[in-house]
């Protein structure tokens, strides 16, 4: 019920179908937004948006408020999967686009360790049942990562390319 005791646990279900319906929709506009905006910005847009959803995420006082929260984190992810998979394709070497590639993909796979992690301590080890500070930690990679691109990675030089920017591309490629 909405008022009172929101019925959190219950909802369970909505509240993780919300996110995943989130990354749908995202999917099938991130790779437009990311040709029109360009990789490192997608990248970044998706990253702000998890960092500040999350936060807002572990405040949620209904679970439909929650819900919502899910849909526009699930949103940012699919932001943040298209600019992350189109700059390491564009940016690897080909010799070693296999390599780069394959690490983005584990990367997948450390963030639902990060977040088993913290589900096994916050839920089973201290059995606080605290979604709230579960929400929180989870929020945290996102505001390191956000961090990391704004200060270490360029624009796709590809990128500058299809937009007719030789000088930016080359500069960047130099860089590389």
Known sequence: ??????????????IAGAHFAGMLFSGLLSGVLADIWGRRSTLLSGLMC?????????????????????????????????GVVTMAAEMSPPSKRCRFMTLVASCYTLGFLYTSFWALIIFRVSGS?????????????????????????????????SRGKLKEAVHISNIM
């Open 129 to 161: 049942g605290n979604w709230r500070l579960f929400m929180f930690m989870n929020a945290l990679p996102t505001i390191m990562a956000a961090t990391l691109v704004t200060m270490f990675v360029p624009e796709s030089p590809r990128f500058f390319l």
């Open 50 to 82: 998890n960092t500040v959803v999350g936060i807002l995420s572990a405040l949620a006082r209904y679970a439909t408020e929650l819900s919502i929260l899910r849909f526009i984190c699930g949103i940012g992810l699919g932001m943040v999967i298209a």
């Open 1 to 14: 019920n909405e008022s009172g005791g929101a019925d959190f646990a219950g909802r369970g279900a909505a």
